[in-house]
Nanobody, 124 residues
Framework: QVQLVESGGGSVLAGGSVRLTCTAS?????MGWFRQAPGKGREGIASIYPSGSYPYYSDSVKGRFSISRDNTKNLLWLQMNSLKPEDTAMYYCAADHRISSCAGDIRQYDFTYWGQGTQVTVSS
């Protein structure tokens, strides 16, 4: 069992930056970030293998967001730059023991463990 706790959300002006942190209670393999805007489905936006190589980014965040992890401290980060109002959403950290969960476009049903979410609001 892995417990995940997100932190770092808040309100920011468009063009600003926010760094989210996910603290894990145990070791997991694939880790990722999802987000859900009001009235929309949950979108997988970034994932990272245990080695830190071959990070995945959705087209909506590619070039603006960066995912990283520290396996020695069981920490996962999402650095979000050049934020836009359409980035407003609840952001969730997710993890799974299966490496395959990181393959290709990430999907919520491939992840077993979830955090409670942290809100990011971007105003224009």
């Amino acid at each position: 069992q892995v417990q995940l706790v997100e932190s770092g959300g808040g309100s920011v002006l468009a063009g600003g930056s926010v760094r989210l942190t996910c603290t894990a209670s145990g070791v997991s393999s694939c880790m990722g970030w999802f987000r859900q805007a009001p009235g929309k489905g949950r979108e997988g936006i970034a994932s990272i293998y245990p080695s830190g190589s071959y990070p995945y980014y959705s087209d909506s965040v590619k070039g603006r967001f960066s995912i990283s992890r520290d396996n020695t401290k069981n920490l996962l980060w999402l650095q979000m730059n050049s934020l836009k109002p359409e980035d407003t959403a609840m952001y969730y950290c997710a993890a799974d023991h299966r490496i395959s969960s990181c393959a290709g476009d990430i999907r919520q049903y491939d992840f077993t463990y979830w955090g409670q979410g942290t809100q990011v609001t971007v105003s224009s």
